[in-house]
């Protein structure tokens, strides 16, 4: 099992350019979540969903959108990139909503 | 408003010894802390968890204690060793009623160092 997987590793973008996130997982998951990192900082939360075909914001869901149309895949779309969009990015799944998480290794985006 | 607080950024241990991280809650209604380990360039990985209705959950090396009437909870590492050099969160969870899907609010973090 791959577990959970992101693409791109990194990323550059200019003000004003729009970009997918990719995640996936493999072990048939529910639940999957989108967090950002910045630095000094803790997770937080911008979207999740509890199925396919199902989503709702978190705590920073502003700037971003999501969708899921498979159990496997929860990409996280950025319209009109802002240089408050640079983070770190994780993606992460877990059974049917318990807490435990399994966590993809991040995707590192600045936004110049 | 920062509901779970890591108040120390950085903790240095040598190795053998016990290193203590501490973290700090504000929402009562969180029932459920799991402590994660992030090393550089991976994603965080679970390490112990903790309902509320214990005080105390032991796996190995890694204990968790859980005070709910000062909202404060603690990871021991004993014996700390070098391959635990590792940023650890805090992160808390409301589980009673179903409707919290498994969402974790995270504290800040804190950067252990054990030194050979």
């Known amino acids: 099992n791959a577990g959970v997987t992101q693409t791109p590793k990194f990323r550059i973008l200019k003000i004003g350019q729009s970009m997918t996130l990719q995640c996936a997982q493999d072990?048939?998951?529910?639940?999957m979540y989108w967090y950002r990192q910045d630095p000094g900082m803790g997770l937080k939360l911008i979207y999740y969903?509890?199925?396919?075909?199902?989503?709702d914001k978190g705590e920073v869901p502003n700037g971003y959108n999501v969708s899921r149309s498979t159990t496997e895949d929860f990409p996280l779309r950025l319209e009109l990139a802002a240089p408050s969009q640079t983070s770190v990015y994780f993606c992460?799944?877990?059974?049917?909503?318990?807490?435990?998480?399994?966590f993809g290794p991040g995707t590192r985006l600045t936004v110049l | 408003d920062q509901q779970v607080k890591q108040n120390s950024p950085s903790l240095s241990v040598q190795e053998g010894r016990i290193s203590i991280l501490n973290c700090d809650y504000t929402?009562?209604?969180?029932?459920?802390f799991l402590w994660y380990k992030k090393y550089p360039a991976e994603g965080p990985t679970f390490l112990i968890s903790?309902?509320?209705?214990?005080d105390k959950n032991e796996d190995g090396r890694f204990t968790v204690f859980l005070n709910k009437s000062a909202k404060h909870l603690s990871l021991h590492i004993v014996p700390s060793q070098p391959g635990d050099s590792a940023v650890y969160f805090c992160?808390?969870?409301?589980?009673?009623?179903?409707?919290?899907?498994?969402?974790?609010?995270f504290g800040q973090g804190t950067i252990l160092t054990v030194h050979p």
């Open positions: 992460a799944s877990s059974r049917s909503g318990g807490p435990e998480q399994f």
């Open positions: 072990m048939n998951h529910n639940y």
């Open positions: 969903s509890v199925g396919a075909g199902i989503t």
């Open positions: 929402n009562s209604m969180f029932d459920y």
């Open positions: 903790i309902s509320s209705i214990k």
């Open positions: 992160a808390a969870s409301s589980l009673a009623g179903g409707t919290s899907y498994g969402k974790l609010t």
